[in-house]
């Protein structure tokens, strides 16, 4: 490997914690990987990772030169774009992650534009409604639909997707159609739990003061993906309470049906985390800055607590 390749996967093997996966993401055996890291403890005179049988583990001076190495591979990247004034002059591989109905009905019929503006760019697009590990599976950025928990990512706020509630004309003609809360006693809600045998939610909505409130209900089915939710509500197994933006054109057609519009759900903040960097790559900037665009008009625009405790694009989560 040559300097670079082996700084490369240096990172990577600090970040996996493994020179298998690391390997495996890097596409080359794991030999010269774990060659390429004793030539380069040699060359530093110092040892950097602690090897076990379970676990590879940065030293001290392996944290440090971990931290270093970051900077400089995002120094390297500026540089060798530093002259790149054309955006189709973009290069390299590009890794996301994204829920699957946010790809689906908002990202992926997009995509093709973004792609004519940077033919040189290698999109891995991972579409999966599991809270990926950002570092460890080597994303560059992911979005995120929902509340952010504690981590060390950067987090830039897009907005907040409004929720509705809805059924199939079908389960409303058998169950009736619920004009108050009370009413929900009744009715069956799809439970969405991830992971599945998580401890089931119920009915939300927020009052007049925007205080939100949960009011359990029985449902027969629970379900983890945002497709299965979906399909269910269209099979006319229970109410549903999901974001417009990925329900509008089931609404369009009269495929499902709006109900109890004054009990809503709370808005589902989005964001998109990366991770905490000097320097950003620009090929990273440009699919963010373009995301977030693409977004605009399914988003109202974020929270002042969100704001506020983000410092717009610019803070750690949460």
């Given at each position: 490997?040559?300097?670079?390749?082996?700084?490369h996967a240096f990172v990577r093997v600090a970040e996996l914690h493994s020179f298998t996966q690391a390997a495996e993401q890097l596409g080359c055996p794991k030999a010269s990987v774990s060659l390429a890291i004793q030539q380069l403890e040699?060359?530093?005179?110092?040892?950097?990772?602690?090897?076990?049988?379970?676990?590879?583990?940065?030293?001290?001076?392996?944290?440090?030169?971990?931290?270093?190495?970051?900077?400089?591979?995002?120094?390297?990247?500026e540089l060798q774009g530093l002259f790149r004034q054309q955006?189709?002059?973009?290069?390299?591989?590009?890794?996301?992650?994204?829920?699957?109905?946010?790809?689906?009905?908002?990202?992926?019929?997009?995509?093709?534009?973004?792609?004519?503006?940077?033919?040189?760019?290698k999109l891995e697009l991972s579409c999966t409604d599991r809270r990926v590990d950002l570092v460890r599976e080597g994303f560059d950025c992911v979005l995120r639909v929902g509340r952010l928990e504690?981590?060390?990512?950067?987090?830039?706020?897009?907005?907040?997707?409004?929720?509705?509630?809805?059924?199939?004309?079908a389960y409303l003609q058998a169950q009736g159609h619920p004009q108050t809360l009370a009413d929900l006693a009744?009715?069956?809600?799809?439970?969405?739990?991830?992971?599945?045998?998580?401890?089931?939610?119920?009915?939300?909505?927020?009052?007049?003061?925007?205080?939100?409130?949960?009011?359990?209900?029985?449902g027969a089915l629970s379900v983890n993906s945002t497709e299965a939710y979906q399909a269910a509500c269209l099979a006319g197994l229970g109410l549903i309470q999901a974001p417009l933006?990925?329900?509008?054109?089931?609404?369009?057609?009269?495929?499902?049906?709006?109900?109890?519009?004054?009990?809503?759900?709370?808005?589902?903040?989005?964001?998109?985390?990366?991770?905490?960097?000097?320097?950003?790559?620009?090929?990273?900037?440009?699919?963010?800055d373009w995301l977030a665009g693409v977004l605009i008009p399914y988003v109202d625009g974020p929270s002042d607590s969100a704001r506020s405790a983000s410092q717009s694009s610019n803070s750690m989560v949460p």
């Open positions: 490997m040559n300097p670079i390749e082996t700084l040699g060359q530093v005179g110092t040892r950097l990772l602690l090897r076990t049988t379970r676990r590879v583990q940065l030293t001290p001076d392996g944290a440090l030169f971990y931290e270093r190495s970051k900077d400089v591979l995002a120094d390297l990247d955006p189709e002059q973009l290069s390299g591989r590009l890794r996301v992650d994204m829920p699957v109905s946010t790809a689906r009905n908002l990202v992926l019929p997009r995509l093709p534009e973004f792609m004519r503006q940077h033919p040189l760019l504690e981590s060390g990512l950067v987090a830039r706020p897009l907005g907040q997707l409004a929720q509705v509630n809805c059924a199939s004309p009744g009715h069956q809600l799809v439970h969405y739990q991830s992971p599945l045998g998580a401890r089931g939610g119920g009915w939300e909505w927020c009052d007049e003061r925007g205080q939100c409130h949960t009011l359990p209900m029985q933006a990925g329900l509008r054109p089931w609404m369009d057609s009269g495929q499902l049906v709006e109900v109890l519009p004054r009990y809503r759900a709370p808005p589902l903040p989005v964001s998109l985390l990366y991770p905490h960097r000097r320097q950003l790559a620009r090929r990273v900037q440009v699919f963010m």
